[in-house]
């Protein structure tokens, strides 16, 4: 596999796994409520790092699209 084609699979990867977090959050959210201070401060289940983790795993995929195709962001 080449390095163009693995960046590109762990882009998609990556995708999926963002794709699957938005359901069940959304899914969370549909059967408990989801408060603010939830969404910010939980510690605990579901939301407990979601955020800086969902956060993180956008941030890999727009580094990895820019190397991909040659680019920077910066």
């Given at each position: 596999m080449s390095d163009i084609a693995a960046l590109k699979q762990e882009k998609q990867e990556l995708i999926n796994k963002m794709l699957d977090m938005?359901?069940?959050f959304i899914e969370h959210e549909h059967q408990n409520g989801v408060s603010g201070?939830?969404?910010w401060a939980s510690s605990d289940g579901l939301l407990a790092n979601y955020r800086e983790e969902y956060q993180e795993m956008a941030k890999r995929v727009v580094d990895l699209a820019h190397?991909?195709?040659g680019s920077s962001r910066f």
């Open positions: 938005q359901k069940q201070k939830d969404y190397e991909i195709v």
